[in-house]
């Protein structure tokens, strides 16, 4: 499935695709911090280009299916990463989801391999979508024997609604939702092109509508606790004030005072 993948990026909606994938994850990892961060499949991205961990990693489910000049760190699949649990500060999971034999337990894979606070990124098809309703198409015509209808080669679309109650009911925080791709995906250039006014209408008028969307969203542990960085210091507390006693060296007015009182009631 995954080389049936890249060659449907190889079409003008394909095309458009990575390039509307690409600026969002661009501005979407620039700031998370962290030491290690892993991109899961989607070699044809540059998903963590734009962010400044020490650690990059990218893995692939099928390595046979990569293109030439193509590169990648190891093979694992989704339901099963090759790291001890809350070791990663970042995952980015590019249509991982909708190629994965198992969405759920890629998602639980997920959340055991990042930290608390560690942030999952997301991008995915929207079935509720011009997008979405030609991949109905294109399984009908596929389930009939007809063919001539390109569209992304995976069994099941993840609505986002959908998406977003699996992730809270793992726990996860939804941070961020994003939505693109308005124009229909259609097979030649000269019509895909004539049709790009829908992009500024769509988001406009029916963002949620888009063909494709980028979610971040945040792993939350209950009763966990963020440390600070050590060179953070707490200011010193203002020394509190001392109260002297001194030595009396006669008698006191108040002594004097409880003397005469002493000597009005005999």
């Given at each position: 499935?995954?080389l049936?993948?890249?060659?449907w990026?190889?079409?003008?909606?394909?095309a458009y695709l990575?390039?509307?994938?690409?600026?969002?994850l661009?501005d979407?990892?620039?700031d998370v911090f962290?030491?290690h961060?892993?991109?899961?499949g989607?070699?044809e991205?540059?998903?963590?280009s734009?962010?400044?961990?020490?650690h990059h990693w990218?893995?692939?489910?099928?390595?046979d299916?990569?293109a030439?000049?193509?590169?990648?760190?190891?093979?694992a699949?989704?339901i099963?990463l090759?790291f001890q649990?809350d070791s990663?500060d970042?995952l980015?999971?590019?249509h991982?989801?909708?190629?994965?034999?198992?969405?759920?337990?890629?998602l639980?894979?997920?959340?055991r391999v990042?930290?608390?606070?560690?942030?999952?990124?997301?991008?995915?098809l929207n079935?509720?979508?011009l997008?979405g309703?030609?991949h109905k198409?294109?399984?009908w015509?596929s389930r009939?024997?007809?063919?001539?209808?390109?569209?992304?080669?995976c069994e099941?679309l993840i609505?986002?609604?959908?998406?977003r109650d699996?992730?809270?009911?793992l726990?996860?925080?939804?941070?961020v939702s994003?939505?693109?791709c308005?124009?229909?995906?259609?097979?030649?250039?000269q019509w895909f092109?004539?049709?790009?006014?829908l992009?500024?209408?769509g988001?406009?008028?029916?963002?949620?509508l888009?063909g494709?969307?980028?979610?971040?969203?945040?792993?939350?542990v209950h009763?966990s606790r963020?440390?600070?960085a050590?060179?953070?210091?707490r200011?010193?507390?203002?020394?509190?004030?001392?109260?002297?006693?001194?030595r009396q060296?006669?008698p006191?007015?108040?002594a004097?005072?409880q003397?005469k009182?002493?000597?009005e009631?005999r």
């Amino acid at each position: 499935m995954a080389l049936a993948w890249r060659q449907w990026l190889s079409t003008p909606a394909g095309a458009y695709l990575l390039d509307w994938e690409q600026a969002q994850l661009d501005d979407l990892v620039a700031d998370v911090f962290g030491y290690h961060a892993l991109q899961l499949g989607m070699p044809e991205l540059a998903a963590l280009s734009a962010n400044r961990m020490p650690h990059h990693w990218l893995a692939l489910s099928d390595p046979d299916s990569v293109a030439e000049g193509q590169t990648f760190d190891f093979a694992a699949h989704s339901i099963a990463l090759p790291f001890q649990a809350d070791s990663l500060d970042l995952l980015v999971m590019p249509h991982s989801l909708e190629l994965s034999l198992d969405a759920h337990a890629s998602l639980r894979e997920a959340h055991r391999v990042l930290v608390p606070e560690g942030h999952l990124v997301i991008t995915g098809l929207n079935p509720a979508s011009l997008w979405g309703w030609r991949h109905k198409r294109s399984q009908w015509y596929s389930r009939w024997g007809f063919g001539g209808l390109s569209a992304p080669p995976c069994e099941e679309l993840i609505g986002y609604w959908r998406l977003r109650d699996w992730l809270r009911l793992l726990g996860f925080e939804v941070k961020v939702s994003r939505f693109g791709c308005w124009r229909p995906a259609l097979d030649k250039p000269q019509w895909f092109q004539r049709w790009a006014w829908l992009d500024k209408v769509g988001a406009q008028w029916w963002p949620i509508l888009g063909g494709a969307y980028a979610i971040v969203a945040v792993k939350k542990v209950h009763g966990s606790r963020i440390l600070g960085a050590t060179w953070k210091r707490r200011r010193p507390q203002a020394k509190a004030a001392v109260t002297i006693a001194h030595r009396q060296t006669g008698p006191s007015k108040d002594a004097g005072v409880q003397r005469k009182m002493d000597s009005e009631s005999r």
